[in-house]
């Protein structure tokens, strides 16, 4: 892609999906996305890459990640698949590069989801997104970082914490140069601005968790009903960050449900 390399998922044939993951330390495309791909079966053409910084995939040269990028490097990979029309699905960071695509390629990406999602005018930085991209690599780290994205702890287990501490590990020199102190900055680059929302013309699908403490829903979802000309919301109750974890039946069926009607599946 244009010299640069991209880690990339992809499973099944049909209407192609977009599936971009959040800004967590050891995050992948893969890591995000493999359960929801496997649960969607074969009939839709899901593309998982890792964003520039994360998993196998560099910061080319002189750059320092950012929403720019992030979109450029989206766009630029599906033009180098030769795929001509696609949705977009985005948790949290990767939310707001859905959106920020669908602003500058309306001609082509036909539906957004956004995930528990960044971008949203006038947001934050809240405390435990701050302590999020700060968390070291390694257990403690890792098991801190677990439970500020989840409500149920049960989900913080012991296999969990070791694959994210490996994960965040491998990660660790890409990542610390993406979201260095103070971070307050890099929610800011991650902000669409209310023109940029109203030239998003896709229908959108808003997921959140009622408990988000990452990206809560008062400050992160909720003013995007503003913004967008056709956005629709769903709020899960008793779930924070991750609602692909936290609800996955529910969330499979959302996704499943919203992207097929838009092939008149």
Known sequence: MNGFPVHVLESGT???VLMLHGSGPG???SGAWAATAEALGTSLHLVAPDQAGFGRTPVPAGACGGLRLWTE???ALMDALGIEDYAVVGHSMGGAVALALAAARPQQVTRVVAVSTMG??????S?????LWAAPAGPLGARDMLSRLVVDQALVTDSAVEARAAAMRAGETA???LFPPPRARWVDDLTLSAQTLAAVRAPVLLIHGAEDRVTPLETAAQPLLEHLADVRLHVFGR????PAIEHPHEFRQLLSCFLRRDRGY
């Open 27 to 29: 995050t992948t495309g």
């Open 73 to 75: 490097q989206a766009a």
């Open 127 to 131: 405390a435990d997104l701050d302590a």
């Open 120 to 125: 949203a005018p006038g947001a934050p930085l």
């Open 14 to 16: 049909g209407p192609a």
């Open 239 to 242: 779930c924070g960050h991750v």
């Open 175 to 177: 990542f610390a140069s």
